[in-house]
Nanobody, 122 residues
Framework: QVQLVESGGGLVQAGGSLRLACAAS????????MGWFRQAPGKEREFVCA???????YCTDSVKGRFTISRDNGANTGYLQMANLTPEDTAVYYC????????????????WGQGTQVTVSS
């Protein structure tokens, strides 16, 4: 089992930046891929960015060039650096993890955090 706790959400003005963190605990000695998803009110949860154990990354087109996913395996922490935020980025952001070394852009993750709210005002 892997437990995930997100932090770093909040209220920011359009054009601003936030960095989300995802602290993993539990069975973290085995390789695992990480991902970030978000869910806006009235919408389905959508993929944002993912990262493999070895450092490969992929982000959805709407955030490319603005969001950066990273991780510190030694600290068992993942990050989502978000810049040039717009009101359309307002959502609850979820961190997720899956066993293995691969990069996963689908929602088929084994472990999920509780989510952190990001609100971008215009």
């Amino acid at each position: 089992q892997v437990q995930l706790v997100e932090s770093g959400g909040g209220l920011v003005q359009a054009g601003g930046s936030l960095r989300l963190a995802c602290a993993a605990s539990g069975r973290t000695s085995s390789p695992y891929g990480m991902g970030w998803f978000r869910q806006a009110p009235g919408k389905e949860r959508e993929f944002v960015c993912a990262m493999s154990w070895s450092g490969g990354t992929y982000c959805t087109d709407s955030v490319k060039g603005r969001f950066t996913i990273s991780r510190d395996n030694g600290a068992n922490t993942g990050y989502l650096q978000m810049a040039n935020l717009t009101p359309e980025d307002t959502a609850v952001y979820y961190c997720a993890a899956h066993s293995g070394r691969g990069l996963n852009v689908s929602p088929r993750y084994e472990y999920w955090g509780q989510g952190t709210q990001v609100t971008v005002s215009s």
